[in-house]
DNA sequence: TTGAAAGCGGTACCAG
DNA sequence: CTGGTACCGCTTTCAA
């Protein structure tokens, strides 16, 4: 059943059909009612591949995520279908993992899919300090299509960023940390992307503008899995901290799970503080201080400014920075 | 760039470009470097809508879960994703919430996009007991691609599926928790959905086995999270139980939260069995027994079984039944 | 307000 | 092994 079928069956032409599909005024009010009870009544979709090939475009989104098992970019990937899918957009998705092969191999073939723009999630793919030629692709691929990063910033004309402000809070938490007199804060690591480096650059500079030293046995990089992380903190004997600042939740609750081994009271003794606001932060016990870096807001921000681009629209900021939340919980005393 | 400036610029016809493109032996080698080297050099890539419009396919999967911030979907998303990337089909995702009209909806919508076949996650689309109408929209679905349902089951020329065996998981904990003595194990649970309810089937049978009464007053629903149903459970005054068999990880931790409010010790004075192996199973204190329905096998499965229906296999089972796993951590006994 | 016809960029059949 | 050409189904311009 096609355009031509319609026309057919209600004895108009294709161009009146085309006409009624897509909703142009000028047709009579009594074709329109006529070619209507006809697509009704046979059930009739529009071919999406012929309309694609016409106009360039199947409005939709391609998204990619290092990992889409991990509840923050699950939340993020959630937040985009929806407010996309309220704009009559569709998602197709990439899981790319961290290495520049794959993520550029990814970025190629979505683009090969035509699709009207590239949203990724995460970290991971550029940011103050990384190196220029690791994210060439990505600016590549912005005269394609629209990009938009979430959690990542690469300057360029038609790249779009949102990035939680990720050094103010670690900035934050770690000045409440020594306001509560922490002398030593564990800063628990998992990786050196762009947001990873924001929160430690916060926590460094916090330290300094309190007259502390930057210790480097204070900085503690480990995989992000549980028990794989509290073990590695058993083994260093010589760790000693009075508080912990992690860039993630499970490295937090790792955090956790070593005071518990320890025997070590937490917040009495030891104060914990994770980042994502995730679902692990109350299921531990006790439950974790946590910062929530607005995910939902930065997938909102993202989802009405890649329309407002596409829509043609010239004045939508390359950059928009969404302060972060410290939900307090149990593992701190502030 | 397109096919006809390919081969224009390489001096052969479109024909030759197109057997070149899609790696067609009938060309000399001679004329299929030439052809090459062109488009290398143009950096051309075949239009996928033209090619979807002849072939009528763009090698795209639709993929359906009610919600993918969940981390059972979202581990399942994941590898249904990687797996089939590997076979070169993309995946075009729609979280669908759990109401029946957005479901058809999005069924539709996904359909009009010409997918070549429809991956739906979730014990939300349909098993038995669930009415015929209720599912109706998704036989009509396979009708026009082939439907692949994973935890759902709903029978069908062109629908296939792969199932955990939630009854046996059920019955065998509920036999274990027996057999350690507990007299009064709580059902906690948060849906109707088939398997839920396949659980549920389970854990009567192990108690009917055994010579226990099945009591209403031992199964408690309530929404999974975890503050929410912990809260539900202490304003009932008069529940007892003396262990906890819970159809989501949250409502175990949930169970566990109470129980630390109460004052009960786990696993001493309290049992305490998970659903899914999340996360949060390592993540609370004492850390969940849990029954792991895997996900990644069934995806596995699944992605196999579609691409042999999309390769013209007929001999391709309807219905695939894989055992779960009890993975035994802390809060019970056994 | 309507229709005829020219693309859009491929695939695949049929000749040669 | 290669080229010519008829589709695939829709959008849009141009005339009427």
Same mark, same amino acid.
Do not use: C, D, W
């Given at each position: 059943m096609n355009i031509y079928d319609i026309a057919r069956i209600s004895g108009v032409s294709i161009a009146t059909v085309s006409r009624v599909v897509n909703g142009?005024?000028?047709?009579?009010e009594k074709t329109r009612q006529k070619v209507m009870d006809v697509i009704k009544a046979e059930g009739y979709t529009p071919n999406i591949f012929a309309r694609g090939l016409g106009l360039d475009s199947m409005k939709t989104i391609g998204i990619m995520c290092p =990992?889409?098992?991990d509840n923050y970019m699950a939340r993020a990937i959630s937040h985009l279908e929806q407010n996309f899918h309220e704009y009559g957009y569709d998602c197709i998705l990439g899981c790319?993992?961290?290495?520049r092969e794959a993520k550029e191999n990814y970025v190629k073939l979505l683009l090969s899919k035509r699709i009207d723009a590239l949203v990724m999630v995460g970290s991971t793919y550029g940011g103050n300090g990384v190196e220029e030629k690791e994210t060439a692709y990505i600016k590549n691929a912005s005269k394609q299509a629209p990009v938009f990063l979430i959690n990542s910033w690469i300057e360029g004309e038609n790249i779009y960023c949102s990035n939680a402000d990720d050094f103010s809070a670690a900035y934050e938490v770690t000045s409440a940390l020594i306001r509560r007199g922490k002398k030593r804060i564990l800063f628990l690591y998992d990786s050196e992307t762009f947001s990873a480096k924001q929160k430690m650059e916060g926590y460094e500079r916090a330290l300094s503008d309190a007259g502390y030293p930057v210790l480097g046995d204070l900085k503690f990089r480990t995989k992000n899995e549980i028990h794989h992380a509290r073990d590695l903190m058993l083994a260093?004997? =010589?760790?000693?901290?009075d508080s912990v600042f992690a860039v993630e939740d499970g490295l937090a609750v790792a955090a956790l799970k070593y005071a518990k081994v320890k025997g070590?009271?937490?917040?009495?003794e030891l104060s914990v503080v994770g980042y994502n606001n995730s679902p692990l932060s109350v299921s531990c016990e006790p439950e974790l201080t946590s910062v929530d870096s607005r995910i939902e807001q930065q997938c909102y921000i993202a989802v009405e400014n890649i329309v407002k681009v596409l829509e043609? =629209?010239?004045?939508?900021?390359h950059r928009t920075i969404v302060p972060c939340e410290i939900v307090k919980r149990c593992t701190t005393d502030f």
């Open positions: 142009s005024q000028k047709v009579s =990992n889409i098992a790319s993992g961290h290495t260093y004997k =010589n760790l000693e901290f070590i009271s937490v917040p009495e043609g =629209n010239t004045e939508v900021s």
